[in-house]
């Protein structure tokens, strides 16, 4: 079985920062990438920042310059530096990785829960 577990969510004022964290565990195999997601209510998932194995990044247009996406292989971590937040960056953020599990051949998508992030004053 695979987990895939996000902390680190919470308020924060506009301006302020925070630093998710998120972690897959269990019978993996090989990961790929890994990557954060977020959904406002009302709106649908989008995508925030994604890294691959090899460390390439991809981030969406919004959030450029101000979150920075890092992985440590070794832990099969990920963490995303949120800083500047604004108010339009409030979200359930999902932790994501493309992984192989122990002995299999296919690649899957697994979720974590979410952790939410709320910016307000």
């Known amino acids: 079985q695979v987990q895939v577990v996000e902390s680190g969510g919470g308020l924060v004022q506009p301006g302020g920062s925070l630093r998710l964290s998120c972690a897959a565990s269990?019978?993996?195999?090989?990961?790929?990438?890994m990557g954060w997601y977020r959904q406002a209510p009302g709106k649908q998932r989008e995508l925030v920042a994604t890294?691959?194995?090899?460390?390439?990044?991809n981030y969406a247009d919004s959030v450029k310059g101000r979150f920075t996406i890092s992985r440590d292989n070794a832990k099969n971590m990920v963490y995303l530096q949120m800083n500047s937040l604004k108010a339009e960056d409030t979200a359930l953020y999902y932790c994501n990785a493309v992984l192989r599990r122990s002995g299999g051949i296919r690649w899957g998508d697994y979720w974590g829960q979410g952790t939410q992030v709320t910016v307000s004053s």
């Open positions: 269990g019978s993996i195999g090989s990961i790929n990438a």
């Open positions: 890294i691959t194995s090899g460390g390439s990044t």
